[in-house]
């Protein structure tokens, strides 16, 4: 096994390239099952019958004693995924001896274990929409690893291993507040970041404007060498990160996994077609029919109040500030709270603590077969959740977020030992309400 930082080092390094916790973690299960993480690890029965170590082996493979050939066509399982195949073997090769590094180039393979894995377009689509460890987990070892045990249990065990990383390194689902958000939203604005596609936060350098291709780039990315800079939904990835929280990365996706399917609407002249309130922290969003009648969301930004939204326009304009008018449908985030109500901490497989114990017990009490109230969300709760959601008119996703916890009666009860209303004079409020605007206005002039 891997050091600590070291296995820290290649969750970071997926992350950076799939962005998506679930699917990094499914990945890492396998490879922790396949090879124990360590990228010179020689299949154990191949020691023997070769009669090298894991080192003299990658010595030998190193300095050509043992030729790419023999690499390549002798059925060893070796590195991070123990690759077997003699085409893959041979990429491998080439991805790391070919390019001067060692072929326990730890760089070297997760790289080239990214090309396999773009390089197969339904597994790519699969890890980037994942939402469980264990959705994650299956896809990878049947569609990529593809082991001689393709069991139930199998793949279980390897999805419990992913859980362990999950809950190591992700941090479990935290609930942030609309304002801090917004707050957070506010700085690239201030900021004056700029707008490359596919980043979220990065530096651009001139070495990135120097290599780019894309024309749009080439035409007006030299403005933001020397800034951070990010696209559309790559400010909304960013912020929910440095906030403890998680967004997909793409319009598309936040739309149809991130946001509360109840509060999605229409928007016209800037209010929304069902005539609810628009509340501050919402996410906005620009979209258009494609060709095949669906409507797709090609934009995304953030509401902050005053009928004014933030956004990450385009390369040329980089992060801006923008009326709300301007856009086409609205929605609020899973996992943000509005209005000071409430904060609903979301449960899902893989979840842990009390609060799993207290659903699981609950559940139990109503006759939902969930097994035991032990405090892990497993298979079996999410199955329950599932038929109690159906019961009562909810999308049985088996997430239990703010509507689920509703429908089972959680923080409905009144305050038990209410504070008392504290008494404001009104024309001391209306002044503080006066220099709130002002310092808004204020705010959207200087940017």
Same mark, same amino acid.
């Given at each position: 096994? $891997?050091?600590?930082?070291?296995? #820290? =080092?290649?969750w970071d390094y997926l992350l950076s390239a799939i962005m998506n916790p679930f699917a990094v973690a499914g990945i890492m299960g396998n490879l922790r099952a396949e090879s124990s993480l360590r990228p010179d690890n020689l299949q154990n029965s191949y020691e023997r019958s070769l009669g090298m170590t894991d080192a003299e082996y990658t010595k030998a493979v190193d300095t050509g004693a043992y030729t790419e050939d023999q690499f390549t066509h002798d059925h060893a399982g070796y590195g991070l995924a123990q690759w077997t195949y003699s085409s893959r073997k041979r990429? $491998?090769?080439?991805?790391? +001896?070919?390019?001067?590094?060692?072929?326990a180039d730890l760089d070297g393979q997760l790289d080239f274990l990214l090309t396999e894995v773009g390089a197969d377009k339904g597994l790519s689509r699969t890890l980037a929409e994942a939402q469980s460890v264990e959705e994650a987990s299956t896809a990878f070892m049947l569609r990529f690893e593809k082991p001689a045990d393709t069991s139930e249990a199998n793949q279980q065990r390897r999805a419990a291993l992913g859980q362990i990383i999950y809950d190591t390194?992700?941090?479990?689902?935290?609930?942030?507040t609309a304002d801090a958000l917004i707050a957070q939203c506010e700085i690239p604005l201030e900021e004056k970041w700029?707008?490359?596609?596919?980043?979220?936060?990065?530096?651009?350098?001139?070495?990135?404007?120097?290599?780019?291709?894309?024309?749009?780039?080439?035409?007006y990315g030299q403005q933001w060498v020397g800034r951070r800079v990010c696209d559309c939904s790559g400010l909304f990835y960013w912020a929910f990160q440095e906030l403890?929280?998680? +967004? %997909? %990365?793409?319009?598309?996706?936040?739309?149809? =996994?991130?946001?509360?399917n109840s509060?999605?609407?229409? $928007?016209?002249?800037? #209010?929304?077609?069902?005539?609810?309130e628009i509340r501050p922290g919402s996410a906005v969003f620009l979209t258009e029919t494609k060709p095949d009648g669906k409507l797709s969301r090609h934009h995304i930004g953030v509401y902050i109040g005053a009928n004014t939204c933030i956004e990450a326009k385009g390369t040329k304009s980089g992060v801006v500030a923008s009326a709300l008018s301007h856009w086409d449908e609205v929605a609020e985030f899973k996992g943000v709270s509005y209005g000071g109500e409430k904060v609903y901490t979301?449960?899902?497989?893989?979840?842990?603590g009390d609060e799993?114990?207290?659903?699981?017990?609950? $559940?139990?009490?109503?006759?939902?077969?969930?097994?035991?109230?032990?405090?892990?969300?497993?298979? #079996?709760?999410?199955?329950? +959740?599932?038929?109690?959601?159906?019961?009562h008119g909810l999308t049985a996703d088996g997430i239990v977020g703010e509507q689920t916890q509703k429908a089972l009666g959680w923080g409905t009860e009144e305050d038990p030992d209410p504070e008392e209303p504290v008494e404001t004079d009104p024309v001391d409020e209306a002044e503080k309400l006066i220099r709130q605007a002002l310092a808004l206005l204020e705010k959207r002039a200087r940017g």
């Open positions: 096994m $891997l050091k600590i930082s070291e296995t #820290r =080092y290649i990429g $491998l090769y080439r991805a790391t +001896v070919g390019k001067g590094k060692s072929i390194y992700a941090g479990g689902d935290k609930m942030i700029g707008y490359i596609f596919g980043k979220y936060g990065q530096v651009w350098t001139q070495a990135d404007q120097d290599a780019a291709t894309d024309d749009t780039i080439k035409r403890g929280g998680w +967004v %997909h %990365h793409g319009s598309n996706s936040i739309w149809n =996994y991130d946001c509360v509060t999605k609407a229409r $928007l016209k002249n800037g #209010r929304r077609d069902d005539g609810k979301v449960m899902r497989n893989g979840s842990r799993v114990k207290e659903l699981q017990e609950q $559940l139990i009490r109503m006759g939902y077969d969930c097994g035991t109230a032990d405090g892990i969300f497993g298979r #079996r709760t999410e199955e329950a +959740v599932k038929e109690f959601q159906k019961e």
